[in-house]
């Protein structure tokens, strides 16, 4: 068995199982209990923190 054939078979299995639990973890992260607060006070930091001000006219 050839060094590709090798990394291809580990590609093919092994790989593509670590990839999938890796974004199944992403997705659990990102979506977990309480987090939507942390991400709505993410989302307003461009609102809230305005250097020019309200003082343009």
Not at 27 to 38: E, H, I, T
């Amino acid at each position: 068995m050839s060094f590709y054939d090798a990394m291809r078979h580990f590609a093919d299995s092994w790989a593509l199982l670590a990839l999938t639990l890796i974004f199944a973890a992403i997705l659990v992260w990102a979506f977990r209990p309480g987090s939507q607060l942390g991400y709505r006070e993410q989302a307003d930091i461009p609102f809230k923190y305005d250097p020019e001000g309200k003082d343009r006219d």
